[in-house]
């Protein structure tokens, strides 16, 4: 089992910047990757950007490239979402997650929620227009 608990949400004004914290305790040894979704109101749930912990590699939804960029710390066992540029249209409830399964072909670069194994409860951020 994985857990993992966010930081880092809050209310900003459009145009200003956020980073969000996830933490990860338990077997985080086993997960292949780190991922970040977002849920906002009346919508699905859809894929932010993720970051395999061996290598780094990196994947971004279009919506968040180049505004948003995703770090890790393996040593600290932590995920970072640093999110700049901020629009309105990025308010959402941000979510944490792990990948027990290694992550291939679509599955890594355009990932659904099924294919994470483990959620945080999730952050809030708003951004004021």
């Known amino acids: 089992q994985v857990q993992l608990v966010e930081s880092g949400g809050g209310l900003v004004q459009a145009g200003g910047s956020l980073r969000l914290s996830c933490e990860a305790s338990g077997r985080v040894f086993k997960t292949d990757a780190m991922g970040w979704f977002r849920q906002a109101p009346g919508k699905e749930r859809e894929f932010v950007a993720s970051i395999r912990w061996a290598g780094g590699s990196t994947v971004y939804a279009d919506s968040v490239k180049d505004r948003f960029t995703i770090s890790r710390d393996y040593a600290k066992n932590t995920v970072w979402l640093q999110m700049n540029s901020l629009k309105a249209e990025d308010t959402a409830v941000y979510s944490c997650?792990?990948?027990?399964?290694?992550?291939?072909?679509?599955?890594?670069?355009?990932?659904?929620?099924?294919?994470?194994?483990?959620w945080g409860q999730g952050t809030q951020v708003t951004v004021s227009s």
């Open positions: 997650a792990a990948a027990d399964r290694g992550l291939f072909g679509s599955r890594w670069l355009a990932p659904t929620a099924d294919d994470y194994d483990y």
